[in-house]
């Protein structure tokens, strides 16, 4: 199992704060003979009109050298989660929460805004210090 980010208990708070049940942390998928580890799967428990949706996130913090490398690698474990979600758990809808720092500084570049839409990325944008979630980007 790989290690939790830097910011996991601040994304994890952030959702709990906006109402979220943690169900499993980490969310774990095994398809195909292969073992796959989500950050977190939630549950929205607050409208009703939502009662029941289910999400799964993965949390990254970009804090590495490279934004372009550590998305490259995000954009493809976003990838392989979805399929695997989709045959496992087809019911979750799968995320990818960021820092609002690297998404005002990164992902508003016009480049990775194409590989977003193409790659039907979907973002939680979260702020680590306040502990919330700033926006959701579908």
Known sequence: M???????DAVRKGLEKEGWL????????????VEMYIDLGEEQILAAEREGQKIAVEIKSFVGTSNISSFHTAVGQFFNYRIALEQQEPERVL???VPLA???SFFRLEFVQTV????QLKLIIYNPV????????N
């Open 95 to 97: 995320y990818l929460a």
């Open 102 to 104: 690297t998404y005002e």
């Open 22 to 33: 943690i169900t499993d942390d980490p969310l774990k998928i095994e398809v195909g003979g």
């Open 2 to 8: 790989a290690a939790k980010d830097i910011f996991h």
């Open 116 to 119: 977003r839409e193409r790659s």
């Open 130 to 137: 306040n502990e919330v979630i700033v926006e959701w980007k």
